[in-house]
């Protein structure tokens, strides 16, 4: 059973549109959230991440929202290009966990369309 | 040096073939990970070394045997597989085991098994 539910599962998005992807979570233990960038050939790579205290972090054009009360986070890709085409994925953590351990959702593959 | 490397790059493989996959990072870091990944799926976690000792292993078939020589290393051993583990081997490093560390992902091996 998937910890974190991601949407959408694809998505099309013109160049200088805006892509936005959502997760969702059940387990309020979760008080680490990053998402990570995958190119085809490549391992994920660690794009952005943020903690529960605060509601918004931004790097760049990308940018994560977070909802506390509704257990809800999204990513923003602002004016999207080309090289952003890839698949995202959510995850998320605990330090409760005495492991760490990523629980992934199910990953969003974006087009950006020249 | 951030870099996680992974070798080979690509292996093919006979259900009765005994073969390595190998990790190295030089990044200092004390956990490493082994993650499979299928084609449009996120990464499961399979093995965590924590200080060169298995900490985690989450009900792997006995066919993959991970062995860590030393801090820097990891190895995959693979032997009487099944076409269902044809998959992309990922290999991560983090600080330590605990929450909030980056997780600094391989390339991967892509594994095909006949």
Request: aromatic letters at 10%; one cysteine or more.
């Amino acid at each position: 059973q998937q910890q974190v539910k991601q949407s959408p599962q694809s998505l099309i998005v013109q160049k200088g549109g805006i892509s936005i992807i959502n997760c969702a979570y059940e387990n309020t233990a979760f008080d680490y959230f990053p998402w990570y960038q995958q190119f085809p050939g490549k391992g994920p790579a660690l794009l952005i991440a943020i903690r529960p205290d605060v509601s918004e972090k931004k790097e760049g054009r990308f940018t994560i929202s977070f909802n506390k009360s509704a257990k809800q986070f999204s990513l923003h890709i602002m004016d999207s290009q080309p090289g952003d085409s890839a698949t995202y994925f959510c995850a998320a953590t605990s330090k409760t966990d005495s492991w760490g351990k990523l629980q992934f959702g199910a990953g969003t593959q974006v087009v950006v369309t020249p | 040096d951030t870099e996680v490397t992974q070798t080979p790059k690509h292996l093919v493989m006979g259900m009765t073939n005994k073969k390595s996959l190998k990790c190295e990072q030089h990044m200092g870091h004390r956990a490493m990970y082994w993650y499979k990944q299928k084609a449009k799926k996120p990464p499961e976690l399979m093995f965590v070394y924590s200080y060169e000792k298995l900490s985690i292993n989450e009900s792997v078939p006995s066919r993959f045997s991970p062995e860590c020589p030393n801090s820097s290393l990891l190895n995959l051993h693979l032997h009487a597989l099944q076409p269902e583990d044809s998959a992309l081997y990922l290999c991560a490093s983090s600080q330590d085991q605990t929450a909030y560390n980056e997780q600094f992902f391989g390339p991967g091996t892509r594994l095909t098994v006949l």
